[in-house]
């Protein structure tokens, strides 16, 4: 069975912190894998996409790394802001899903002034 | 552009009624997925459609649950004879489908159904 773990479930830092959330998934076997973040009663914010066939991408502060054959990407978010609280979902794209995403239950981030 | 839209944002349903959830994707994309997601946890796929076909419904959690996509465009989702465990966040998300596996997918904000 395909399954996604995010660690760690929740976390709280000061602002100024640079974080890291971890992803792992159970099948290498994947086209891409994609960030989002979620927050409270709002749908789903693509952050981050990288090609099975990258080692990382970048946007602005954040920055995701990908390594296919242990099955673990990392978030990455420099200099937290408090407008960076929301929940963070990693979601691999499995090979052979007609493109469905297999999401973990998510980080739940607050960067407290 | 115009992205993802859904309808109702909110709905109560007493036990037993029957339900629909509408989604208008991003004008063009071809694919179009149905999420289901319950308090504190990740989206769970639960069918998806290219153009009007419906490939994979093998999310759906049972046979009270139905999608149709009649036209390739907006997509209504039933639950018939809804249940408590129903309730949950019903996410739509819709992607242009150039390339298998390349695709970002874009999330409507969601339907957020309570079964009293």
Redesign the interface.
Same mark, same amino acid.
């Given at each position: 069975k395909q399954e996604?773990t995010q660690i760690p479930a929740a976390l709280s830092v000061p602002e100024g912190e640079n974080l890291v959330l971890n992803c792992s998934f159970t099948d290498s076997a994947i086209?891409?894998l994609?960030w989002?973040r979620q927050d409270p009663?709002?749908?789903?914010?693509?952050l981050l996409?990288i090609?099975?066939s990258q080692r990382e991408q970048t946007s602005g502060r954040l920055n995701a790394s990908l390594d296919k054959s242990s099955g673990r990407s990392t978030l990455y978010i420099a200099a937290s802001q408090p407008g960076d609280s929301a929940t963070y979902?990693c +979601?691999p794209?499995f090979?052979g899903?007609?493109?469905?995403?297999?999401?973990? +239950?998510?980080t739940r981030l607050a960067v407290h002034p | 552009g115009a992205g993802v839209s859904q309808s109702p944002r909110y709905k109560v349903a007493k036990r037993g009624q029957d339900v629909a959830l509408r989604c208008d994707p991003i004008s063009g994309h071809v694919s179009l997925f149905w999420y289901q997601q319950a308090l504190g946890q990740g989206p769970e796929f639960l069918t998806y459609f290219q153009n009007e076909a419906q490939l994979d419904k093998s999310g759906l959690p049972s046979d009270r649950f139905f999608a149709e996509r009649p036209e390739g465009s907006v997509s209504t989702l039933k639950i018939q004879r809804t249940q408590q465990e129903d309730s949950a966040v019903y996410l739509c998300a819709s992607s242009p489908h150039r390339t298998e596996g390349t695709d970002t997918q874009y999330f409507g904000p969601g339907t957020r159904l309570t079964v009293l």
């Amino acid at each position: 069975k395909q399954e996604v773990t995010q660690i760690p479930a929740a976390l709280s830092v000061p602002e100024g912190e640079n974080l890291v959330l971890n992803c792992s998934f159970t099948d290498s076997a994947i086209y891409n894998l994609q960030w989002f973040r979620q927050d409270p009663g709002k749908g789903l914010t693509s952050l981050l996409l990288i090609q099975s066939s990258q080692r990382e991408q970048t946007s602005g502060r954040l920055n995701a790394s990908l390594d296919k054959s242990s099955g673990r990407s990392t978030l990455y978010i420099a200099a937290s802001q408090p407008g960076d609280s929301a929940t963070y979902l990693c +979601a691999p794209h499995f090979s052979g899903g007609y493109n469905k995403l297999i999401f973990g +239950a998510g980080t739940r981030l607050a960067v407290h002034p | 552009g115009a992205g993802v839209s859904q309808s109702p944002r909110y709905k109560v349903a007493k036990r037993g009624q029957d339900v629909a959830l509408r989604c208008d994707p991003i004008s063009g994309h071809v694919s179009l997925f149905w999420y289901q997601q319950a308090l504190g946890q990740g989206p769970e796929f639960l069918t998806y459609f290219q153009n009007e076909a419906q490939l994979d419904k093998s999310g759906l959690p049972s046979d009270r649950f139905f999608a149709e996509r009649p036209e390739g465009s907006v997509s209504t989702l039933k639950i018939q004879r809804t249940q408590q465990e129903d309730s949950a966040v019903y996410l739509c998300a819709s992607s242009p489908h150039r390339t298998e596996g390349t695709d970002t997918q874009y999330f409507g904000p969601g339907t957020r159904l309570t079964v009293l």
